[in-house]
Structures are given as C-alpha cells and as structure tokens.
C-alpha cells in the first residue's frame, strides 16, 4: 500500500511537472516550500516581463557587455517571466550552459560584480514574490 501510494505521489509530481514545463528539480523545490501552493500557482502563472525586466534593467542597459552576456540576461527574464520563479541553480544548466559552460563567473571572466548582482537580482524576485504571496494571504 505504501508503494502505491509513494508511486502514485511520484507520478503526480511527474504530470505537474510535465504539464506546467518545469524540471522535476524544480517542482520538488516548490512543493518542498511551507507556501508550496502559492510557490506553485506563481510558477504556472510566470512574472510580468515588465517587472522582470526592470530588475535587471542596467544590465541591459550596460554597454559594456558583450552580445552573449546580454543574451544570458535575457534568458534569466525568459524563465522569469514563464516560470515565474527561478533558482540560482539553474545559471549553470540549459538553456545557459549553452551559453557558457562553466557558468556566469565564466560568462563574465573579470566582472564579479556583474556576477554579485545577477544572483542580488535573482534574491530579490525571490524575496518580492514571497512578499507578495504573504500579503494576498492576509
């Protein structure tokens, strides 16, 4: 019985995954979460690209970095925008190591702070969207 219900839960978590088009490391992160809900309703609904965006808004808008490094920012406003949410983990998987195989600190050889204020950037949604879900829930 407790197999069933251990495999049951397994393919569970598989159909969401599958149906929302999120990696099955990230919606064990999300379910894992004490606002799992609210995590997960957010990760189906995506971020306005608006708010994305401005987050990152001087990293676009910095002329001193190269066309793939912009690309790189543009690809962390993607995912933001259709996944809603994104770990710092996923810098170093598809679709960025397409990018840069050894990860932002490669991307950005000798810019640290750039580097700093990509994961301060990523921080930050993070911390706004649990602030939202916490005042919706009030």
């Known amino acids: 019985m407790k197999s069933r219900l ?6 569970l978590k598989r159909s969401f995954a599958k149906a929302a088009n999120n990696s ?4 064990s992160s999300l379910l894992n979460r004490s606002e799992a809900p609210a995590w997960f309703v ?6 306005d690209r608006a708010a994305a965006q401005a987050a990152f808004a001087d990293f676009l808008n910095d002329r001193s ?3 793939r490094q912009i690309r790189f920012i543009e690809l962390i406003i993607d995912q933001l925008t259709h996944n809603g949410i994104m770990e710092a983990g996923a810098l170093y998987e598809p679709p960025f190591s ?3 195989d050894g990860g932002p600190e490669n991307l950005f050889a000798g ?7 990509i994961f301060q950037r990523l921080e930050a949604v993070h911390s706004q969207v649990a602030e939202d879900l916490s005042s919706e829930a009030s």
Request: aromatic share 0%; glycine share 14%; no cysteine.
């Open 65 to 67: 970095l190269d066309e």
């Open 98 to 100: 397409d990018l840069s």
């Open 6 to 11: 251990a495999k049951g839960r397994l393919g």
């Open 42 to 47: 957010r990760s189906l609904v995506g971020l």
């Open 24 to 27: 099955q490391t990230q919606l």
């Open 111 to 117: 810019r640290e702070n750039v580097v700093e204020g």
